[in-house]
């Protein structure tokens, strides 16, 4: 037996001493790197990397260029966080060197590019933008041929259920640039699109698996960062939908979670049991009196069991977040973030996200979601408000639910008694004092998830036309949803998602209405797309309604007068909810001095004298002085 075993054990230690000596990258045990890159000249210059590999948290490093501020191993032995200061590196390639013992076992290569020469002045969107929201799986289906991926837990297209994935994709998106930029939109802001590896359901891009990569069903990095490219030169701006709560339950760390406490009610997940669902009682941030139990059931709670929620106080996960939503601003050349469920991770870890964003872009722009209809909930998360717990958001604009919601009921709505109908929008916007900057708040009328607005207001065109001119003309950052231009609607079932979020005609090969080319719509269709179409141009152009001044009068006999002006701009909206025209005596707005002067329609090209009483007709109307 001996001298059977004992050459064996020899060969075996001449083995392990030849490959001691092949090269470095033999040894290599890393499967993941993030970020995978870096810029030179960033003002956030240290950078955490997270390496993943077997049991590479045991290993020291030592980097060929700027300094390693600290290497800490996580709970799981295969994560290697390492903080490095890039400060004063020119754009190069460095080298990471893995060592045990006085000896580097193999090494990592890093790329810190250089970065566009006007990276840091790029202008986010702003008041003088207008938005279009799109659902890119619903959109537009340019490549059938990323349809369906193989490597993809949801492998199937199936255009007849509303939760199935439709085939939609960012070529489809970029195919069709042409028709939004003349439309008069200027900012397109797609749902998310990065990596959705979930077993169903996962058309909507919220449940992340993978932050760093784009979701193969929608398209490459490089297509992603064409649709931002091709979007400039017609000078529309992108905005990445971001989600910063939580990620997918399909996520690949979630198998190999790196600390204990890296998701919230993390031991209860992983005892295989169901985490706590978020109590989404949201006023709990605002709350002096609010319990920590309340607290926590809000915060730490999962959005849902499929979407669990990231703990944001763990240093770690926080760092890698600020860094992965500055990475994709950098990398695709972005102009905003609209960041989901704002109010749901920790408070102060969103004010250093955001504030981190904005430092490094002074000039850009993110929008966060609190789906609260309360302006004083609202109000609480716009940069610049003086809360009375002295909390900074740094976040520049907020989503305006609450005059949604006016919008809506007060359309509807009689003008009978006392605080009624159109009076909503009034006070609505009279809660203007509230928020610091009112222009940077984004109003709408419907979204990806609330029911279309032709459904809100019950089919009536009318009432439709109302809403998309009121949304243009507030003193705001308007987003309109796609298909509003053709009165999509959900009627089947309101407010199911995956009806709301349904195909746009015309973005499949073979559909028999399309949108694109007016093919098959009808007549009511059509007058509405015009519509909207002739007041978003004028909207592009005008000063007035992007940046002006605002002055409204108290709604009288179910009429509302808004008046927006720069410098020799005077816009005028009118709502009339009379079935008939109205004539009104322009005394009651002696204090703008319009007195002789000549109004022109917007829409129709008539024109109206501003003298004793004018005609207002059924409706919506809107106004230029001339």
């Known amino acids: 037996m001996k001298t059977y075993f004992q050459p064996t054990f020899n060969y075996l230690m001449l083995g392990f001493f030849i490959l001691s000596f092949l090269p470095q990258h033999v040894f290599a045990q890393i499967e993941r790197v993030e970020p995978p890159h870096w810029w030179a000249d960033m003002k956030y210059h240290e950078i955490e990397l997270m390496f993943y590999g077997e049991n590479i948290g045991s290993y020291k490093v030592e980097v060929s260029a700027g300094e390693i501020t600290s290497v800490a191993s996580a709970d799981s032995p295969n994560y290697l966080f390492v903080t490095w200061n890039t400060k004063g590196i020119s754009p190069k390639t460095v080298e990471f060197d893995f060592r045990k013992k006085r000896k580097t076992l193999f090494s ?364 243009l003309s507030l003193p705001r950052t308007p987003q309109i949803y796609y298909g509003t231009e053709i009165l999509m609607e959900d009627f089947e079932n309101p407010g199911d998602h995956g009806l709301i979020r349904t195909d746009f005609p015309g973005g499949w090969e073979g559909d028999e209405v399309n949108v694109f080319t007016e093919t098959g719509l009808t007549t009511e269709q059509l007058d509405f797309k015009h519509f909207l179409k002739d007041l978003l141009q004028f909207r592009k152009s005008s000063k007035a309604l992007q940046i002006g001044q605002t002055k409204h009068f108290e709604p009288f006999k179910g009429m509302y007068f808004l008046f927006r002006m720069h410098k020799d701009e005077v816009v005028l909206t009118v709502i009339n909810k009379n079935e008939e025209t109205q004539k009104v005596d322009v005394q009651r707005f002696e204090e703008l001095g319009f007195e002789g002067e000549t109004f022109e329609s917007v829409l129709t090209k008539d024109t109206m004298i501003w003298k004793d009483s004018i005609e207002i007709k059924s409706g919506v109307s809107v106004f230029k002085l001339n």
């Not at 009196?289 to 770690?316: C, H, I, R």
């Not at 990475?327 to 109010?343: A, N």
Request: aromatic fraction near 14%.
């Open 108 to 471: 990592y290569e890093f790329e810190l590019k250089k970065r566009d020469d006007h990276s840091a002045n790029r202008q986010g969107f702003t008041s003088e933008d207008a938005v279009y929201l799109i659902t890119p799986d619903r959109f537009a289906n340019a490549n059938p041929d990323n349809d369906i991926v193989e490597e993809m837990r949801e492998k199937h297209i199936d255009r007849s259920n509303d939760y199935a994935r439709h085939g939609g994709d960012i070529q489809g998106i970029i195919q069709h640039l042409d028709y939004v930029e003349e439309m008069g939109f200027t900012a397109v802001w797609p749902s998310p699109l990065l990596e959705n590896n979930m077993d169903e359901a996962s058309y909507h891009g919220y449940a992340i698996t993978d932050f760093y990569r784009v979701d193969p069903r929608f398209g490459t990095l490089e297509e992603y960062k064409e649709l931002v490219e091709k979007a400039n030169e017609k000078n529309l701006k992108i905005i990445m939908d971001m989600v910063a709560n939580h990620c997918g339950s399909g996520h690949w760390w979630m198998q190999d979670l790196p600390f204990q406490d890296w998701l919230n009610y993390q031991d209860i997940y992983e005892a295989g049991n169901e985490a706590p669902n978020s109590s989404h009682k949201r006023t709990v941030n605002q709350d002096p009196y609010a319990s920590d139990y309340d607290t926590d059931m809000m915060k730490k709670g999962w959005f849902v069991q499929t979407m669990p929620d990231l703990n944001q106080k763990n240093e770690f996960m926080a760092r890698y977040l600020i860094q992965n939503s500055i990475w994709w601003v950098e990398e695709l050349g972005l102009q905003g973030i609209r960041q989901d469920t704002y109010p749901y991770p920790d408070k102060h870890f969103m004010a250093d996200w955001a504030g981190a964003i904005m430092q490094e872009y002074p000039n850009f722009n993110i929008v966060g979601e609190e789906w609260s209809y309360n302006p004083l909930i609202v109000g609480y998360w716009q940069d610049g408000q003086h809360n009375f717990d002295g909390y900074q958001s740094n976040l520049k604009s907020v989503m305006d639910f609450p005059m949604q919601g006016a919008i809506i009921s007060g359309l509807k709505e009689s003008e009978e008694g006392w605080g009624n109908g159109l009076t909503k929008i009034y006070e609505a916007l009279a809660n203007d004092f509230y928020y610091p900057n009112p222009l940077d708040v984004m109003v709408f009328a419907d979204n990806h998830d609330k029911s279309r607005v032709f459904t809100q207001l019950e089919g009536n065109i009318h009432l439709n036309k109302m809403a998309m001119a009121l949304l």
